[in-house]
């Protein structure tokens, strides 16, 4: 069985900045972070941040040149820098675990990230 546990949002004025941890454990096979997303309320989960296979990271448009995702494979960590926060930006953030030998999707419980002045 996968644990994810995503931590690091709060309440932040529009304009901070919030820094959220992904952290993946729990099975003895690899385990690969795919990306960031986010539900607000009475919306789809959207996604935010897509590690791609060939080492790049592709955003949502939304957030380009405010969000930076970045992953420690050999640690099954992940992290997603936040800047610039809207108001739009408040949801609820997962980050997206896969096992490659099933495929296998898992999420963790995600982190409340509300911006408001």
């Known amino acids: 069985q996968v644990q994810v546990v995503e931590s690091g949002g709060g309440l932040v004025q529009p304009g901070g900045s919030l820094r959220l941890s992904c952290e993946a454990s729990?099975?003895?096979?690899?385990?690969?972070?795919r990306g960031w997303y986010r539900q607000a309320p009475g919306k789809e989960r959207e996604l935010v941040a897509d590690f791609t296979r060939d080492g790049s990271t592709n955003y949502a448009d939304s957030v380009k040149a405010r969000f930076t995702a970045s992953r420690d494979s050999a640690k099954n960590t992940a992290f997603l820098q936040m800047n610039s926060l809207k108001p739009e930006d408040t949801a609820v953030y997962y980050c997206k675990v896969v096992l490659p030998t099933t495929l296998s999707v898992y999420w963790g419980q995600g982190t409340q990230v509300t911006v408001s002045s």
């Open positions: 729990g099975s003895i096979y690899s385990r690969i972070i």
